[in-house]
C-alpha cells in the first residue's frame, strides 16, 4: 500500500505547533510534543544523578530515588550507599511508592550517592551539596532493558540451561508473583498448530519450561494468566547452546472499558488512488488509569466501514495483541495506562466521484481529524466539519476538524471531487478489491463463447495491472505502465465485443 506520503505527511501535522498539547493532570498521558506550545517530553536518564534542592524536603536530609528506563518502572529494595569525602559511608534501601533511599541527619559533605542493580550495573551521583534551607532530591536511572528487566523480551541466559524457556512473572515492584499459571505458545515454520507447553509460578515468580526446539524454524510467545487477562511476552526464538530468560510484569487489571477513548491525536489520512481511497487510521487508544484495563476473552473490537477491503495493520512493530481481518480490527489482552498506538490501513472503491465512510465507534472518539493531500475538487464533508490548508515539505495539506463521536455512535465522512475516468477504467480498480475481480469473472463468464486467446491475453493483462499497483518505484514509469496496459485491455475489451456481435 502507497503510505509512505500518507505517514509523512500525517506525522509533520501532528507534530507541528498546531496539535501542542500540555500534559494532562492527573495521571494521564496527553501528547507532549514540541513547536513551543506544550512542556516536551523528558527523558528522566538526562536527570539521572542530577542533584535538586527541594523546600518539601527537611534541611539536612538527601532523598535517591531509583527507577529502571522510566517514571512508571520503581525499583524497591535497592541498596543504595551515600559516601563522602572522608570515606565515611551510609546505607539504606530503596521503598515505599516512589522507590526512594531517604537519608536524615546529615552534616559536612559533599556527598555522592550510588546504586547498583542485581546484574551488577552501577550508577553514581554527582556530588551533593547540602544546602542551608532545603534538602536534596536525586534520582537514579537505569537503562530502560538488559537483563532482568520486566520488559516480556526474552534474552539468552547463560544460566538457563540449553532447551529451556524460565518466564518470570514479577509485580509492579518487580518482585515475583507466586502460583501464577503460565503459558508457552510453540510455533514451527510451515505449520499452523500451535503447541502449548504450560508451567506455574515457583515462589520466586519462575516457571520452568524444559526440553524446548531450539532450532530456527521455532518460535515462542510466553504468556501470564492472572484473573482472566493474559500477559504476554515479544515473539522470540531461543539459542541453541543456552536457553532464555523473559520477566513479565503483572499487574492488577480494570474491566471498565468506558473509561477508554481515542484520543486527540488520532487521525484519518486519505490518500486518493485510481477508482479507490486508502484511508489510514492511526488510533491513539488511552487508557487513562493507573492498571491495565483488560477488554475479556472477546478482546476489543474495533469496527472498520463494511465495504472496506484489503485491511491490515501497518504499526511500525508488529503486535502480538493487534489482528486485523475482514471489516474489523481485534485487541486481545490487557490495554495498558497511557497511550497505545493503533495504526490500520484500508481501501475503499468508488464509482463516480465520491465515497462515503460510516464507521460505528466502539470506543469514543476525542476528536476528529482527517488529513489529505490537497488536490483539484477534493473535499470532504462531515459533521461540523470545518477546513483549513497547510504546507507540509513543499505539499498543500488539507485539515478537516471536527466534534467528537460518542462510543456506540457512527462516524460519517462523505469524499467528493474524486477523479474518475471512462467505465473501462473503473473495472480494473487496480486489483484492489476482491469484489471487483469476482466482477471480471462474471464478466468472463457471460463472454464465455468468446476466443480463448482473446481471454487469455484478457487475464494476462489482469495479472499485471494487479502486479504493478502492488509495487513501489517511479511513479512516472508506473503511470506510463499503466497507461500502456489499459490501452491494450481496452482494445481487447473492443475485441471480445465484436466476437460476440
Known sequence: MRL??????????????????????????GPMMGGGQ????????????????????????????????????????????????????LSAKTEGETARATFSGLT???????????????????????????????????PAGGPGAADSVARPDKSVAPNTIVVKAVDGEGKGISALDVVVGHMRSGETQVRELRAKTDKNGEAKIEGVDAKPTSG?????????????????????????????????????????????????????????????????????????????????????????????????????????????????????????????AYVLAYKGDSVSVHQPMSVALDDVLVLAEKMENLEIHGNQLSSETQKIGGRTALIYRGPGVSAGQMLSLEVTGLPHSDPTWRFLAAGLSIAIVFGFGIFAFRGRSLHQELLDRKERLLTELVALESKGGDQAKRARKREELTSKLADTYRELDEVNV
Open 38 to 89: 506544550g512542556p516536551m517530553m523528558i527523558d528522566p536518564s538526562r536527570m539521572s544523578g542530577i542533584p535538586r534542592p527541594d523546600p518539601n524536603i527537611p534541611v539536612g536530609t538527601i532523598t535517591v530515588r531509583v527507577i529502571r528506563g522510566d517514571l512508571t518502572h520503581n525499583m524497591v529494595g535497592v541498596d543504595v550507599t551515600l559516601t563522602d569525602g572522608e570515606g565515611h559511608r
Open 108 to 142: 559536612g559533605g559533599p556527598y555522592i550517592a550510588h546504586a547498583k542493580d542485581a546484574e551488577g550495573v552501577e550508577l553514581t551521583s554527582q556530588s551533593i551539596e547540602l544546602q542551608p534551607n532545603a534538602g536534596i532530591a536525586t534520582m537514579l536511572v537505569f
Open 220 to 344: 515462542y510467545l510466553a504468556e501470564v494468566l492472572k484473573d482472566g487477562a493474559r500477559f504476554s511476552s515479544k515473539p522470540f526464538r531461543i539459542s541453541e547452546n543456552m536457553g532464555s530468560r523473559v520477566v513479565i510484569e503483572v499487574r492488577p487489571v480494570s474491566r471498565d472499558l468506558g473509561t477508554l477513548k481515542f484520543g486527540k491525536a488520532s487521525r484519518f489520512v486519505v490518500q486518493v488512488l485510481d477508482d479507490a481511497i486508502e484511508v489510514a487510521e492511526m488510533l491513539h487508544l488511552e487508557n487513562p488509569g493507573t492498571t491495565p484495563i483488560d477488554p475479556g476473552s472477546g478482546g476489543l473490537h474495533i469496527p472498520l466501514p463494511e465495504s472496506a477491503v484489503q485491511a491490515t495493520s501497518v504499526a511500525p512493530q508488529p503486535r502480538p495483541e493487534l489482528t486485523v481481518s475482514g471489516h474489523e480490527a481485534l485487541w486481545r489482552g490487557p490495554i495498558p495506562p497511557g497511550e497505545t498506538e493503533i495504526d490500520i
Open 4 to 29: 509512505a506520503l500518507l505517514l509523512t505527511l500525517s506525522s509533520a501535522i501532528v507534530s507541528s505547533s498546531a496539535f501542542a498539547q500540555p500534559m494532562m493532570g492527573g495521571g494521564g498521558q
